[in-house]
């Protein structure tokens, strides 16, 4: 499923292309609501691509695809790039299929403080 929002008249009109790190720092106010962790550092984001004009695409998976969350998660995804993007497309991907391993370390680090043993 792909969401685009290059199309959204209320969207605000970015006068700059924003960075990798811009997009990822915000992404990673996208809380998972089952694991209390943001979805970039548990390793649901696959990929980043943002284009001289600023139009960002974002590859992201889901821990499973039967997920019920996958349409709040888009509309979390759709606030944080809504001001720094001129529009996004959040692709989702299920190959390869998501694992523990695509935790990052600072992922793993929450998970243990939330008592998850990794």
């Not at 990798?20 to 550092?41: F, H, K, S, T």
């Not at 709040?72 to 391993?101: C, F, K, Y």
């Amino acid at each position: 499923m792909t969401v685009d929002t290059n199309h959204e008249p209320h969207l605000p009109v970015v006068t700059k292309v924003p960075t990798q790190e811009q997009v990822i720092e915000a992404i990673q106010d996208v809380i998972d609501p089952e694991l209390g962790i943001n979805v970039y550092d548990l390793g649901l984001v696959y990929g980043i691509h943002i284009d001289e004009d600023g139009f960002t695409s974002v590859d992201m998976t889901l821990t499973s695809a039967a997920c019920p969350l996958t349409d709040m998660l888009e509309d979390q995804v759709s606030l944080a790039l809504r001001n720094i993007t001129n529009g996004h497309t959040l692709n989702w991907v299920w190959m390869p299929p998501w694992g523990p391993d695509k935790i990052t370390d600072e992922g793993r680090e929450q998970l243990r403080m939330l008592g998850f043993n990794l």
